[in-house]
């Protein structure tokens, strides 16, 4: 069954400081990775995407990274700020259609 | 532009009321979704249309109908509404149904099934 699986569920960091989000898939055929931030009360918004080939990619201080032997892809955000407090949703696209992880929900604190 | 415009933001139904979710976008894109996020689980995909006229159903179609009569709207019926469909709904867009070339989201409609 394809599946996309998040961690941590969710987190909780200081202003200033890094984080690194995961997401494991068991999507296959695999077609392109893509993060989004969905603000609280909001619609989700692209960040970053990945096809098989690409390896890294960043937006900002917005880094994502993909390992399609592993199957794995990260989310790395640099120097947070209050503004980056959201869920971050990992969304695979397979043949069947897109594939949505259930999200980290960030919180950051001053 | 104002992108993916959905209509209302809340609203809530007694169990076996009528209604429609309203989607709109004047972005000129040919794919249009619809998908309800509930807690815990990931966004899932009620119905689509990859053009005017054309629609299809997603992964959880049942309860809602959907139709296409233009390229910027995209209304959600819910012809008898259940408690298990309340839920946060969420109209997307895109140039196509391939998602390499991004979806555009609308800001949701929160909806409550007394």
């Known amino acids: 069954k394809n599946q996309v699986e998040q961690s941590p569920q969710s987190l909780i960091i200081l202003e200033g400081k890094n984080c690194t989000l995961q997401?494991?898939?068991?999507?296959?055929?695999?077609?392109?990775l893509r993060w989004y931030k969905q603000d609280t009360g909001r619609g989700p918004v692209s960040l970053t995407i990945?096809?098989?080939?690409?390896n890294t990619k960043s937006n900002g201080r917005y880094t994502a990274t993909l390992d399609a032997d592993t199957k794995q892809s990260s989310l790395h955000i640099t120097a947070s700020q209050l503004s980056d407090s959201a869920s971050y949703i990992c969304?695979?696209?397979?043949?069947?259609?897109?594939?949505f992880g259930t999200g980290t929900l960030l919180a950051v604190q001053p | 532009n104002a992108g993916v415009t959905q209509t209302p933001k809340f609203q809530v139904l007694k169990t076996g009321q009528s209604m429609t979710l309203q989607c709109a976008q004047d972005?000129?894109?040919?794919?249009m979704s619809w998908y309800r996020q509930d807690p815990g689980m990931g966004l899932r995909l009620i119905h689509y249309?990859?053009?005017?006229?054309?629609?299809d159903q997603g992964e959880v179609p049942n309860g809602y109908n959907v139709s296409r009569s233009t390229t910027e709207d995209f209304p959600l019926r819910l012809l008898s509404a259940a408690p298990s469909q309340t839920s946060v709904y969420f109209c997307?867009?895109?140039?196509?149904?391939?998602?390499?070339?991004?979806?555009?989201f609308g800001s949701g409609t929160r909806l409550t099934v007394v």
């Open positions: 997401c494991n898939y068991t999507v296959s055929p695999f077609s392109n």
């Open positions: 249309s990859v053009g005017a006229g054309i629609t």
């Open positions: 969304v695979v696209s397979a043949n069947s259609g897109l594939i």
């Open positions: 972005m000129n894109h040919e794919y």
């Open positions: 990945m096809t098989f080939s690409e």
């Open positions: 997307a867009s895109s140039y196509s149904a391939r998602e390499i070339y991004g979806y555009t």
